[in-house]
Each structure stands twice: as structure tokens, then as C-alpha cells.
């Protein structure tokens, strides 16, 4: 069983929309959950991250974790073309970090 | 501003060759990670590094190995390629115990014909 698990996708929304992104772990020993963005023809960026449960917001990004049900999930407020990329989620297992497979996002103008 | 280089973008090489990916940083950091990323199966990690001359194996290491003799380079052998290894590959880095910020590269395009 893969450590994080990734809804795969692809996401096509309306400037404005809300986007939202979900990822399932498999350990609840894990304790930080991390969301990269990825740009095309280029290497993932650290979003944000969350420790433990609850709700982390910067800006228009909201990152939440409910470890009740292992679930990890990213919001998007008012979405810009300039969000359009892939979104990886990942946690910390062993000093080591586990992706999910990546969700593709594209926000129409 | 962190960066981190590769030595190619794209790379081109035939089945049995010998293959070395570069991968620098210049912000002194003690860890280094190679990846590779597929469709469908995100990143999986090769290989990473805590230290000069320190390395650990990490999920898929098998056909692969690394080098690391200067802190600010971390390089990844394949010593016979094969078309299976047909891949992006991604070099990060990072600080401390915290693992949870890395800074990737641009990564390579590896195509093994």
C-alpha cells in the first residue's frame, strides 16, 4: 500500500472557482503534511505544510489535515490562471518524504 | 535564493551505457536527494544523502548508485542503462533534521533508448 495516496485528476476549473485537492495516507504515526506545486518543465516548491490536525491558511491557500480519517486535503480560493500546475502532497515518514502521485490543475481564464 | 542545478535538461543515451547525472547546491545544505518522477507514480526516492561520503539507500535504489564527494554536489550513476530508467530525474536539497522543505532542481530528462 502506497504511504499517500492522491486523487489523480486531471482539474480543469473557471477563473474564481475554488479549487480542492485530496490525498489519503496510510500511517497515522504521520504528523507532518506538506503540499509541493510543481510548474511545468520544472521541479516542485514547497506551499505549505501542516503539523498534526487542523487547518492552516497563507493567502488564498488553505491546507487541511484530519487525521481521524487520514485525510489531507488543499483548498484554492478565487483561483488565478497562474495556479495552473501540479499539486503533490507529502509527509514525513522516517526522515524521508513520501509523494503522492500529483493532481494537474488548469484554471481557465 | 537557493538554487540547485543539473547538469542537463534533456539526455539522450542507449541501453548498457554508463550514466551520470550531476546535481549542485549552493546553499550549504547537508542533505541531498535524488528522485525520479513518472506519470501516475509521483516522485520515489533513489537515493539520499546526510553527509559527504554518507549515503542511504531509499525506496527504488536498485540499478542506480550515487557519489558524493563534495558537499555541494550529489551525483547519480546508472551504471547500465536500460529503457525502464526512461524517466524525469529530480535533485533536491535541504537542511537540518527538518525534512520537510526541499529545494528541487529542474530536473533531467532521461530518455534510454
Known amino acids: 500500500q502506497k504511504e499517500v495516496e492522491q486523487d489523480p485528476g486531471p482539474l480543469s476549473v473557471p477563473e474564481g472557482a475554488i479549487v480542492s485537492l485530496n490525498c489519503t495516507y496510510s500511517?497515522?504515526?504521520?504528523?507532518?503534511f506538506m503540499w509541493y506545486r510543481q510548474y511545468s518543465r520544472k521541479g516542485p516548491e514547497l506551499l505549505m505544510y501542516?503539523?498534526?490536525?487542523g487547518n492552516k491558511e497563507d493567502g488564498r491557500f488553505t491546507a487541511q489535515v484530519d487525521k481521524s480519517s487520514k485525510y489531507i486535503s488543499l483548498f484554492i480560493r478565487d483561483s488565478q490562471p497562474s495556479d495552473s500546475a501540479t499539486y503533490l502532497c507529502a509527509t514525513v515518514n522516517d526522515y524521508k518524504l513520501s509523494f503522492g502521485a500529483g493532481t494537474t490543475v488548469t484554471v481557465r481564464a | 535564493d537557493v538554487k540547485v542545478t543539473q547538469s542537463s535538461r534533456y539526455l539522450v543515451k542507449r541501453t548498457g551505457e554508463k550514466v551520470f547525472l550531476e546535481c549542485v547546491q549552493d546553499m550549504d545544505h547537508e542533505n541531498m536527494f535524488w528522485y525520479r518522477q513518472d506519470p501516475g507514480l509521483g516522485l520515489r526516492l533513489i537515493y539520499f544523502?546526510?553527509?559527504?561520503?554518507?549515503?542511504e539507500k531509499g525506496d527504488i535504489p536498485e540499478g542506480y548508485s550515487v557519489s558524493r564527494e563534495k558537499k555541494e554536489r550529489f551525483s547519480l550513476i546508472l551504471e547500465s542503462a536500460s529503457t525502464n530508467q526512461t524517466s524525469m530525474y529530480l535533485c533536491a536539497s535541504g537542511t537540518g533534521t527538518a525534512f520537510l522543505e526541499q529545494f528541487f532542481g529542474p530536473g533531467t530528462r532521461l530518455t534510454v533508448l
Open positions: 544523502s546526510y553527509d559527504v561520503k554518507m549515503k
Open positions: 501542516t503539523y498534526s490536525s
Open positions: 500511517n497515522s504515526a504521520f504528523q507532518y
